[in-house]
């Protein structure tokens, strides 16, 4: 596997990297679309994601050719409020004319082991995504990649169920972090002063989640003062 190359980006507020996260999106769309005809993005979960989806709403887009997959998913009936699919919905999907055919959810309500085999078979002609959206929680983990956890499945390749897992639900499914390092361009949204220890281990070259996703291009990180540990170093 490659060196995880990072590029990291430091905003002072949340306003600004909500900002400057849904024009990076948005001009990752337009690049697509204009190179093959069509723009896919594998949407993240988590409440920094959820506003910047408010955001992209009212954005000029050519939304017929958006084409959405999902990072990871957790166990639970499709309506439920936890669900990573029924925020996307709520947030942007429903409001948006994206063709439904062209949105991929999870069917994790089919339990770990039948959706991941399910969703392997929806990524299976996909190819390189254009777009990865990302989160970190303040253990280091990505999607539903968790430290100390398989990040990989010989068997299942693109999508692996998850059991055990440290956070609710227990059952989960996410994509392998090679799956989801097939990627145009790789975005991680970092937020809050919780996540400064993790970040530290990410830039120490620890083994963790965040760390084995690793793109050609590499990785951006859009993260707030906040998270950034030079900022209480500065201080």
């Known amino acids: 596997m ?18 400057a996260a849904c024009n990076a999106i948005l001009a990752g769309a337009n690049t ?15 409440s920094t994601p959820h506003d910047i989806y408010r955001l992209l709403r009212d954005a000029k887009t050519d939304w017929a050719k958006w084409h959405v997959v999902f990072g ?8 439920h409020p936890e669900r990573n699919s029924l925020m996307a919905r709520e947030s942007l999907l ?4 994206i063709p439904r055919g062209q949105i991929h959810p999870i069917p994790a309500e089919l339990g770990a082991e039948k959706a991941a085999r399910a969703y392997c078979e929806t990524l299976a002609d996909m190819g390189e995504f254009d777009l990865v959206l990302l989160g970190m929680g303040e253990d280091a983990h990505t999607a539903s990649l968790f430290p100390g956890h398989a990040w990989e499945s010989a068997e299942f390749a693109a999508a692996i169920p ?16 090679s799956r ?6 790789v975005m991680f949204f970092i ?9 530290t281990l990410w830039q120490s070259g620890a083994d963790l989640p965040v760390a084995a996703i690793c793109p050609m ?19």
């Open 2 to 19: 490659q060196a995880q190359q990072i590029h990291w980006r430091v905003f002072p507020d949340l306003h600004e990297l909500r900002q």
């Open 32 to 46: 697509a679309i204009a190179a093959h005809g069509k723009f896919t993005i594998a949407l993240a979960g988590g």
């Open 72 to 79: 990871d998913e957790r166990c639970l009936p499709p309506e």
């Open 94 to 97: 429903d409001h948006v004319p």
């Open 162 to 177: 998850v059991h055990n897992a440290p956070k609710p639900p227990p059952e989960r499914v996410s994509l392998s972090a």
């Open 180 to 185: 989801l390092s097939q990627a145009r361009q």
């Open 191 to 199: 937020t809050g002063a919780n996540k400064r220890e993790a970040v």
């Open 217 to 235: 291009a590499g990785v951006d990180v859009y993260m707030d003062a906040a998270a950034d540990p030079a900022t209480v170093e500065a201080n």
